[in-house]
């Protein structure tokens, strides 16, 4: 296992790149820490499948470096690198019993007979395909077939890394549970460093330490599932985590005050050197009704069993927000926002808020 | 609940059932008919049996020809097959060449088969056709009109150029239809280019070579107007293969009952020989889902 440190990484898929919109990946410079649990979460085109290739070898990024453990790995061969990976869709050898599937990488490597059969053992019994070990792969179901892919990761017990391109994509909903518990326990005995790539922020949230997000090809923010939800550095990151995504208002900044429409909301700190236009950020989470504030007019309300939905229109803007089951909705709403939920944004990125002197 | 029985769809059935039987059933009937039947002129016939059965399966003449057609079919698909999966390895998966390369492939099959035949007539004769002229000229004695084994060898080139294409196209249908995530396996894996070929490439090729198998069986099998048009069958009866020999026996000799018990036979070779082949590669594709 390795420590992965991407340093000013950027690639396009074109061969004479000139402007920034050329470029899949803009500018990469990360650090996969050794045994940590990534997550790599954006929508389709962000880049999170270039990013995970290039670690892997089967793409040579146009610029930056690629270290593993501090050495430099980039012009290596993605044989060389000693990395596994799992695809979006099963890839088994269909010739190939279970078995010999385990025994492919290894083969390939040169590694002794008897050498093979006690790592395959051990990764059979790990995987819980020991059962199936001398069926032939191609009439297996999705996940079973998914768990052999898996499997020939984890056999070569010195991998650098492990990385997963939505490896879940084809599984069933409740098969998709399992493994990916399976996949935490896994990685929880033998600490590999794993770096999964999805678009599925339950995924995600769920399978990672740390979430690494991104959009049109930069990284967004890295965070616990627990910061990206409180404090978005993005408002991509508001917009894409969270159901439904964060609630964003144009405002104006005047000192502790954000200036929106004619009302004026009071923020929970100063913002240094922001002036004038700005966004201000709150989760439906946060958004409270109730006799006082900013007036509302209910649009329609979403029913989701143990919470609900209410999208409210305020000053000919859209505005979301979740309320427990039994909680009424007034009939004339206003609306607040809680001050531990207030975040705002100056071009998109996020501004911290200085405690009010 | 009861099942309803809707007889209506036989309408839809029935043309085609009178279609086939116009240009299939009956025709192979009037032959099965021939077949146990010795015919004099004024429409005047005699059964016997299986007269004309045994004396073709007991006639030097039809084991010879069966003989040479089995070498044949057996060469050229020894020939077409590797060369046309090693073509289709080299050609390009994305880009502008691709297109080229199918154009490039597919004219020798757009070319008429007497053509075919025509043309390789032409150009192996060996006082003025290229490929003679250039045989000779750098020593060998070459002479496919006189030579039985010089005859052998301008009729299996002629059939691979003609032919190997279509194993080609075929062949690259089966490889650009692997997805990529496959060959990105493959190098995490660390597998050979011989072990991709072995396990990745042949695997999911195995379908539609069994097709050009059975085609190229098949169309080899029954082919008739390229050595009709090439060698006639000679030197002698070196290249007359069995359809070349059927025409001689039914439209030569207008030996009308020997020559329906032969098509028949022919037929019933070609059938078994295609069923027992398709039966054995098809054997283990019932299991599950690919």
Redesign the interface.
């Known amino acids: 296992m390795a420590r992965i440190d991407l340093s000013a990484i950027r690639h396009s898929y074109m061969p004479r790149p000139s402007v920034e919109a050329d470029y899949a990946l803009k500018q990469v410079d990360h650090s996969f820490l050794d045994g940590g649990a990534y997550a790599l979460l954006g929508p389709s085109g962000c880049g999170k499948t270039t990013l995970l290739n290039i670690i892997s070898g089967l793409l040579h990024p146009s610029e930056g470096r690629l270290l593993f453990d501090g050495r430099d790995v980039t012009d290596l061969t993605t044989q060389e690198r000693n990395i596994a990976q799992v695809f979006q869709f099963p890839v088994v050898y269909d010739t190939m019993t279970v078995y010999e599937n385990l025994a492919f990488p290894l083969r390939n490597r040169g590694v002794p007979r008897d050498e093979i059969d006690r790592q395959v053992r051990e990764t059979l019994a790990l995987t819980d395909l020991a059962a199936v070990a001398q069926r032939r792969a191609r009439g297996l179901t999705a996940d079973l077939k998914q768990k052999i892919a898996l499997g020939r990761g984890l056999v070569r017990s010195d991998v650098n890394a492990i990385l997963f391109d939505e490896p879940l994509t084809v599984i069933d909903p409740h098969m998709k549970w399992q493994l990916r518990s399976e996949l935490r326990k896994l990685h929880r005995r033998f600490g590999f460093t794993m770096v999964y790539v999805t678009h599925d922020q339950t995924e995600a949230l769920t399978f990672a330490d740390t979430v690494v997000v991104m959009y049109e090809g930069e990284i967004v923010q890295i965070g616990t599932p627990d910061e990206l939800f409180e404090r978005p550095a993005h408002t991509f990151v508001g917009y894409f985590i969270g159901s439904p995504g964060m609630n964003l208002l144009p405002v104006e900044v005047e000192g502790v005050q954000a200036r929106f429409g004619a009302h004026a909301i009071a923020l929970p700190g100063a913002v240094r050197d922001v002036k004038g236009p700005a966004e201000l950020g709150v989760r439906p989470e946060y958004v409270r009704l109730g006799a006082a504030g900013l007036p509302a007019q209910v649009r329609r309300v979403e029913d989701l069993g143990r919470r609900k939905v209410v999208w409210l229109l305020v000053e000919g803007q859209e505005l979301a927000a979740v309320l427990g089951e039994d909680e009424g909705l007034p009939t004339e709403p206003r609306v607040t926002f809680a001050p531990e939920g207030i975040n705002l944004y100056v071009a998109s990125r996020r501004r911290a808020l200085e405690a009010a002197a | 609940m009861t099942k309803t029985w809707n007889n209506k769809a036989w309408f839809f059935v029935l043309p085609v059932l009178a279609l086939v039987a116009f240009n299939a059933l009956i025709p192979l009937m009037t032959v099965v008919n021939y077949s146990v039947q010795e015919s004099f002129g004024g429409n005047v016939f005699f059964f016997e049996g299986t007269k004309w059965y045994s004396q073709v399966l007991n006639s030097e003449r039809f084991r010879a020809a069966l003989g040479r057609q089995l070498i044949f079919t057996f060469t050229i698909l020894a020939i077409e097959v590797p060369l046309g999966v090693l073509i289709a390895l080299c050609m390009p998966r994305r880009g502008v060449w691709v297109s080229v390369c199918l154009v490039l492939m597919a004219l020798p099959l757009l070319i008429p088969w007497n053509v075919v035949g025509a043309i390789w007539n032409i150009f192996a004769l060996p006082d003025l056709g290229l490929l003679g002229r250039v045989l000779n000229g750098i020593g060998f004695d070459y002479n496919f009109t006189r030579q039985a084994g010089d005859a052998w060898f301008t009729l299996i080139v002629m059939d691979v150029w003609h032919w190997t294409s279509l194993v080609v196209l075929l062949a690259y249908a089966g490889l650009i239809s692997i997805?990529d995530?496959?060959y990105?396996?493959a190098?995490?894996?660390?597998?050979?280019r011989w072990?991709v070929f072995r396990?990745?490439q042949l695997?999911?090729m195995k379908r539609v070579l069994t097709i050009a198998i059975l085609l190229r069986f098949m169309d080899s099998f029954m082919i008739y107007t390229e050595p009709f048009v090439l060698t006639g069958g000679g030197p002698g009866n070196s290249t007359t293969v069995l359809s070349i020999d059927l025409v001689k026996i039914a439209l030569g000799q207008f030996d009308l009952g020997q020559a329906a018990a032969m098509s028949i036979i022919y037929f019933l070779i070609v059938l078994v020989f295609s069923w027992v082949f398709y039966t054995v590669m098809m054997r283990?594709e019932g299991?599950?889902?690919?």
């Open positions: 997805p995530a496959y990105q396996a190098k995490i894996d660390g597998a050979s072990a396990h990745i695997p999911k283990n299991e599950g889902q690919s």
